[in-house]
């Protein structure tokens, strides 16, 4: 039987929330810093610019290239 080693983490939302879930990643009080999450993350926003996304994004540039299509 493998035994998993679950230990509490603080997850960090982009707007600064903090709450502790338990996990396998890292170690006991490590903190996990969110760069997208439902505020930031346009399946939540329905925007493809918001966030980290812009005009480089590859979503930007597929809508450029093939945009007309639709």
Do not use: C
């Amino acid at each position: 039987m493998i035994k998993v080693d679950y230990h509490k983490i603080t997850i960090v939302t982009t707007d600064g929330q903090e709450f502790v879930t338990r996990s396998t990643y890292g170690k006991e009080g490590d903190r996990v810093k969110l760069d997208r999450d439902p505020l930031t993350h346009p399946a939540w926003t329905g925007s493809f610019t918001s966030g980290s996304a812009s005009k480089t994004s590859k979503v930007a540039k597929f809508n450029n290239r093939y945009g007309d299509i639709f």
